[in-house]
């Protein structure tokens, strides 16, 4: 699970997201272990991020992630089942603040991946 949440955390800063937050959610959701919340610069990049992700997700661990909102590309979903992922627009991100619902405490991971 670990090398799974370091895969997505890899590959998302790898295809240039910006803000990339991983979230624990052990003890407090049952949906899944971590939440990773990064943006794209626009609905092109957003679209790119998630399209690369699951074809990595196959090609490494055989995991056909579940995806919604692509076609958008304001704001897409990636169920990696153990790892939920949402790529946002900013001005989608900012609306939605999904950040401040789950961190009530900033226990979250900012900035990029090194």
């Known amino acids: 699970m670990e090398q799974l949440l370091e895969a997505i955390l890899a590959s998302v800063d790898d295809d ?15 949906v899944a272990d971590y939440m990773v919340i990064c943006s794209g ?3 092109r990049q ?3 991020i998630s399209e690369k992700l699951a074809d990595r997700l196959k ?6 992630a579940k995806m919604e ?3 958008t ?6 169920d990696a089942s153990d790892v939920i992922v949402h790529v946002f627009r900013p001005e989608v991100r ?6 401040k619902m789950w961190l009530p405490s900033g226990d979250a991971l900012r900035g990029s991946v090194v």
């Open 46 to 48: 957003v679209a790119s």
């Open 94 to 99: 900012e609306f939605y603040q999904l950040e």
């Open 73 to 78: 590309g304001d704001w897409v979903l990636i």
């Open 16 to 30: 240039k997201a910006e803000e990339i937050v991983q979230i624990d959610l052990r003890g407090r959701s049952d």
């Open 69 to 71: 909102g692509k076609e």
């Open 41 to 43: 610069r626009s609905s």
């Open 59 to 64: 090609e490494t661990f055989g995991i056909v």
